[in-house]
């Protein structure tokens, strides 16, 4: 889609991104300041695979302060990206026929990821009606005997799912009674929190072994185009990936590591005013996509999505064009609205399309607007 939108910009089309899944913010003058710095100081020699000592031990001082977590630099392993740190955990955790439990709506990347490892994704659907949650009852009807992990999101993308501290804890009862599930818990979002509070499923303490820890710099500190990410894991799991990692990539960035160091130790007064922001987007993109008939909307409580339902325009037509499912829907928007989307089939739930609100609050309401007015000639 952003492709697309790319190429009907070329023509002199005014296409305003709803697609894209990065904060519309720059990384903040501190940040900055420190790669600056470590150029100077000439970090720009080849890193240790798992990552420069400080920033690692940088991981764990962020995992104590934010989430009472007590790791040690050997849990740590730092990445080209948390999709390089999901893509080392996959690999190493999942054979041919291994089984990988994933409740829908999910992030693009976890179903490819595991099918390259050869293993076998269940699906488990959840719905607007119960948060975008998986229950326990349906966890604990997905694990099998081949069951090898299970992968999750909170806050989650595209949905935009917090899981609570007691919904976490009855889905940790359900893994006591399976101890040889991985639980693969992905909290790139975790700054992105509408609800006060973030909460981690490691925090268990009977289970924090097996709970692997995916997070990085992208969202939280807009620095998706530096490439950092990490995971927490037993040191087991942390050096099966420090030895993948080093057949692939090696280490990462030294520029990089150096200002993660500082973006995650510094003050978080930038990270908590992006929030605020994207506080304010949220309510307004609520309010217009409620004016809009047909529109199944959950309130998000996290990231920077809304994933409604717009299975109410399926069957319908403008003369021209009939909607048919989610990928017509976005192309529909996309070439009679210019505003691009992502169809929900990429995400396990054909029935949604996800709209990015990191944009600036005037594309926001110019966007909304004219779907708005592109919705109604669908009769």
């Not at 488990?124 to 326990?136: C, L, M, Q, R, S």
């Not at 993109?285 to 409620?290: G, I, M, N, R």
Request: neutral net charge.
């Amino acid at each position: 889609m952003a492709k697309l939108g790319r190429e009907l910009r070329a023509k002199g089309i005014d296409v305003i991104d709803l697609s894209l899944g990065e904060p519309d913010f720059d990384t903040p003058d501190h940040i900055k300041a420190a790669a600056k710095k470590a150029i100077d100081d000439n970090w720009s020699h080849y890193t240790p695979v798992a990552g420069y000592a400080d920033l690692r031990e940088a991981v764990c001082v962020k995992f104590k302060r934010d989430n009472n977590l007590d790791y040690k630099p050997e849990n740590i392993v730092v990445s080209t990206g948390a999709k390089q740190s999901l893509a080392n955990i996959i690999l190493a955790l999942v054979d041919e026929g291994d089984e990988v439990i994933i409740p829908t709506p999910y992030w693009v990347t976890y179903s490819e990821l595991v099918k390259i490892a050869r293993g076998k994704v269940v699906e488990v659907h959840t719905t607007t009606e119960a948060g975008f949650k998986i229950t326990p009852a349906q966890l604990e009807k997905a694990i099998t005997p081949k069951t090898k992990a299970f992968l999750f999101s909170s806050p989650c993308n595209p949905s935009g799912a917090v899981y609570t501290r007691p919904e976490l804890e009855a889905l940790a009862a359900v893994f006591r009674k399976h101890p040889d599930v991985a639980i693969l818990s992905d909290e790139i979002y975790e700054y992105i929190n509408f609800t006060g509070k973030h909460e981690s499923i490691a925090q268990f303490a009977d289970i924090k072994d097996r709970v692997i820890i995916i997070n990085g710099l992208s969202k939280g500190f807009a620095m998706t185009g530096w490439r950092l990410g990490y995971i927490a894991a037993n040191p087991e799991i942390a050096k099966a990936c420090e030895k993948l990692q080093g057949q692939f990539t090696s280490g990462t960035n030294s520029i990089a590591q150096k200002s993660a160091v500082v973006a995650l130790t510094a003050d978080l007064a930038p990270s908590f005013d992006m929030v605020k922001e994207f506080t304010a987007r949220r309510e307004r993109t609520l309010q217009l996509v409620k004016s809009i008939p047909g529109l199944k909307c959950f309130e998000p409580q996290g990231a920077f999505y809304i994933f409604p339902d717009v299975s109410y325009y399926y069957g319908k037509s403008d003369g021209a064009n009939k909607i048919t499912n989610s990928a017509d829907f976005s192309m529909y928007l996309l070439n009679t609205a210019h505003v691009s989307s992502v169809m929900g089939d990429a995400f396990g739930e054909p029935a949604c399309v996800r709209f990015s609100f990191a944009n600036s609050m005037g594309n926001i309401e110019k966007a909304w607007g004219r779907i708005k007015d592109a919705l109604a000639k669908l009769k």
